[in-house]
């Protein structure tokens, strides 16, 4: 009998629905309309209580393809609109399929047990994932679940929404995809730059807009790529860019790592390893996709964004437009230099037309009429404006600074600043409009001091600041800074952002902000306010620390809020070369911070920057910061290199006399053997640094070794070893009042009374956790012990009880960190599976509601 491979796509909606009798526009139809209408066959629909689907496909790739995009879709409707999808692939012995047939049960399998907004997927090879030309990390091992209805176990991986490919654009759409921001800023002139820009990008597929801040390279760039979004291939009559045009904001960006994270967040991809995203990856993802990528402000991160460039041209398809303000290339062959707005000659008299022909005084006329609606100059004024472009030599932000003077000041105040400090010899000393500084600082300088004060110690923040920040920086009240404040702010200097806590905060623009940054960095007082700057957020951070406790979650959305000038303040440490110890002591304020948020980039990078200024006398701190990036780069998933960086901390410290710090290491290098699926060696390094320990005396240490030994010995099926570890462990905990220690000694005895079977005792020592996690006020570990509840009546068949306090532990891992919820997803799923097989969906969501409630 022939055979043949086929994709089977399960899909459930747990609502009613019925596309044919709601509205042609509803988007809902038309997701589930091009569902329909892909290369597929319809096999199945279920009950009428909740909206379902099989469906069977010749290619895996078209399936995932199809699947992710209906997904993306649910997900970008933002209207609560749950899904679960199930996808497998097998051999099936008939054209039309046996609805018996394995792979087409097994997608319906896992489509019951999916996590909400999750497709799981099983038999996905490596080589599927490499024809799909997707990233090793499109699909996460949640390893072998129990399908209960076929009685066997299953390998399966998930596809989180968030990590689906790129859907492509429809067929009728003849305008690329793009994520340009809107600007109500025109772009006065520039009509050959522009052609002249378009040419050169498609000769060489990578232009880089070189000038000085303020000259107008993000508009022109921004302009260039919106007219590329609307231009054809000749030939298929599709959008020339159809996997779209792409904006990466770089501001701020210092490192690899946040490069290559904000460009794959531009594409609509969130890659949590990024250390592990290699310039070959980079290649395999883009090789078959036409893109323009727009990389706005490379200038902090230049290294980092030319290797990019480079493995991105190294494809067929994309081309790169970048902004600078200074070169990404040695050879400056890809470079295309923005030269100021044209002025008048000084010999001429202008009229009104002739005045809006040249693109200096046209930029002029255009940003007053912003202010001044229907504005129409005398022949005085079309002299003052001309003298005014002049003066500042055609540069088009210094030009929109002085128009919006205008609201305050007359033309003839405004050329009386422009000209006082166009006499200025240090101005004039450092080339005043070739250099960063000169762009805005005549407007600056020109500021009563009270408001030049402010708008300085403004640009120190990252982003969004609040009134009061800014008055503690400066020492002053809020009420002495609120007129400065509103001056800037009709100067058009600072703009008001309403994001923080529904009060008024503000920011300054990020070529404005550059600017002023650059012509204050020869200045002492510079130094002073990033010290200041430092100080403060320093003394914030610290006072949210440690992440425990009822009021984590809300500590954690605080330190989110702050986290961008927390990072610049911890760069400014190394930047003034303060000592390693410095650095470390700070930095320990936010490791659990990074660690809880995912930002492991962060931390790695930050202490190899740290690990350049260590000498060789600095022997503890260089240990510091390699156990420091190990943590995260085990996290991250990276555990080779995790172990490489451990025996090098461990090869310093073997001879040293500090027991604990050998141990540190140690505790550090068993953890990352486990995250290696090594549980040998993890066992190994535990008991050597648990004798370390045990020696030095050090109950934290002996702590953390007593929990990787146990760990390990469970693994391998050392019940003996594991019972001693617990027995030690709840005698050194005994003496504590720690209700998180003691909860977590009741979980150890409750995992290993699971192991042998006995539920109900297990049941008894999961209480007596709870009891102490709710006195801990962390809801983290509250829910966790409800998980281990639910598990255990699972075993019991006490199905409703199990389902109620599964409810309860979402709950809960809701309210806090959601790191421990990913954590734990797996168990989730598997017990919502096996739930929903023993008492149905509805019963689940019933005592799931009850529990939550």
């Not at 299953?154 to 793009?178: G, K, M, N, S, Y």
């Not at 480079?310 to 923005?338: C, M, Q, W």
Request: glycine share 6%; with cysteine; proline share 4%.
């Amino acid at each position: 009998m022939a055979t043949h491979y086929a994709t089977f796509v399960a899909i459930t909606i747990p609502r009613p629905f019925k596309p044919k009798a709601t509205k042609k526009s509803d988007p809902l139809t038309v997701a589930i309309e091009k569902l329909f209408a892909a290369n597929a066959q319809l096999l199945a629909s279920r009950n009428d209580k909740v909206w379902s689907t099989t469906l069977q496909f010749s290619s895996v790739g078209e399936a995932l393809r199809i699947v992710g995009e209906f997904a993306r879709r649910l997900v970008a409707l933002n209207q609560n609109v749950p899904f679960h999808i199930g996808v497998s692939t097998g051999e099936i012995a008939h054209e039309q399929p046996n609805l018996t047939d394995l792979p087409y049960q097994r997608a319906q399998w896992l489509a019951d047990v999916a996590p909400q907004n999750c497709i799981l997927i099983s038999s996905i090879t490596n080589a599927i994932a490499e024809d799909l030309e997707l990233f090793p990390y499109w699909a996460i091992c949640l390893g072998e679940l129990h399908n209960v209805q076929m009685g066997r176990t299953e390998t399966v991986w998930a596809l989180r929404h968030f990590e689906l490919p790129e859907p492509e654009p429809f067929r009728d759409d003849l305008t690329a995809r793009h994520n340009i921001p809107l600007s109500d800023t025109l772009v006065i002139g520039r009509s050959d730059e522009i052609e002249q820009i378009q040419v050169q990008l498609q000769r060489d597929r990578w232009v880089t807009l070189l000038g000085p801040s303020g000259v107008g390279k993000s508009v022109l760039a921004h302009r260039v790529a919106r007219e590329l979004c609307i231009e054809l291939d000749e030939e298929e009559g599709t959008p020339l860019m159809r996997d779209g045009v792409r904006f990466v904001d770089l501001a701020g960006a210092t490192t690899r790592d946040e490069v290559v994270g904000r460009m794959f967040a531009a594409i609509g991809m969130q890659v949590e390893h990024l250390g592990a995203i290699s310039d070959a990856m980079i290649r395999k993802y883009f090789g078959n996709r036409r893109h323009l990528i727009l990389f706005d402000g490379c200038e902090r991160a230049v290294p980092d964004v030319s290797q990019i460039i480079k493995s991105l041209l190294s494809t067929s398809g994309v081309y790169v437009l970048a902004t600078s303000t200074t070169p990404l290339e040695p050879s400056n062959d890809h470079s295309f230099r923005i030269q100021p707005l044209g002025i008048p000659p000084t010999s001429k008299s202008l009229s009104l037309e002739d005045l809006e022909t040249y693109e200096a005084t046209a930029l002029m006329l255009d940003r007053m009429r912003l202010i001044h609606h229907g504005y129409h100059p005398n022949p005085d004024e079309i002299k003052l404006i001309v003298e005014i472009c002049r003066s500042l030599a055609g540069h088009p932000l210094a030009i929109s600074l002085a128009a919006k003077r205008t609201r305050s000041e007359s033309l003839q105040e405004v050329l009386a600043l422009v000209q006082g400090k166009k006499q200025d010899a240090h101005l004039e000393r450092e080339g005043r409009h070739d250099s960063l500084s000169a762009s805005v600082r005549w407007t600056i300088d020109s500021l009563p001091p009270a408001t030049c004060s402010v708008l300085e110690w403004a640009s120190v923040f990252e982003d969004i600041w609040m009134p009061d920040d800014l008055a503690e920086l400066i020492g002053e009240e809020v009420k002495t800074i609120r007129a400065p404040i509103e001056f800037l702010e009709d100067l058009g200097l600072i703009v008001e952002s309403n994001l923080l806590e529904e009060r008024a905060g503000y920011r300054l623009e990020s070529h404005i902000r550059t600017a002023i940054r650059d012509s204050l960095e020869r200045e002492k007082d510079w130094r002073d306010i990033r010290e200041q700057h430092f100080m403060y957020f320093y003394a914030k951070f610290a006072a949210l620390m440690p992440l425990t406790g009822a009021n984590q979650a809300e500590n954690l959305a605080k330190l989110d809020a702050m986290r961008a000038d927390f990072e610049s303040a911890l760069r400014f440490l190394i930047e003034v070369r303060k000592s390693p110890r410095d650095f470390l002591e700070v930095s320990r304020q936010c490791w659990s911070y990074w660690y809880r948020r995912n930002r492991l980039r962060s931390g790695i990078s930050l202490a190899d920057e740290c690990l350049a200024i260590c000498g060789p006398e600095d022997k503890e701190e260089l240990v510091s910061m390699d156990i420091l990036a190990s943590i995260f780069l085990t996290k991250a998933g990276d555990t080779e290199q995790a172990i490489s960086r451990l025996k090098r901390a461990y090869e310093t410290v073997k001879d040293m006399n500090d027991l604990v710090l050998r141990a540190r290491v140690l505790v550090n290098l068993s953890s990352a053997y486990w995250a290696n699926a090594n549980p040998e060696l993890s066992l190994e390094c535990g008991q050597e640094a648990l004798a370390l320990g045990r020696e030095a005396n050090h109950v934290p240490m002996i702590h953390s070794a007593l929990s990787n030994v146990a760990g390990a010995a469970l693994n391998l099926g050392l019940h003996e070893l594991y019972v001693d570890c617990l027995q030690e462990y709840e005698q050194i905990g005994a003496s504590t009042s720690d209700h998180r220690t003691k909860w977590g000694i009741d979980i150890g005895w409750a995992e290993i009374l699971c192991e042998t079977g006995k539920y109900d005792e297990a049941l008894e020592r999961i209480e007596l956790s709870l009891a102490h996690a709710e006195r801990s006020g962390d809801p983290t570990i509250v829910g966790r012990s409800y998980l281990w509840r639910s598990q255990i009546m699972l075993e019991l068949g006490r199905f409703e009880e199990s389902a109620e306090n599964l409810g309860r532990c979402l709950y809960r891992l809701s309210s806090g960190d959601q790191a421990p919820f990913k954590v734990n997803e797996i168990r989730i799923a598997r017990i919502e599976g096996r739930l929903r097989n023993a008492i149905g969906d509805a019963n689940l969501n019933f005592y799931k509601l009850i529990g939550s409630g």
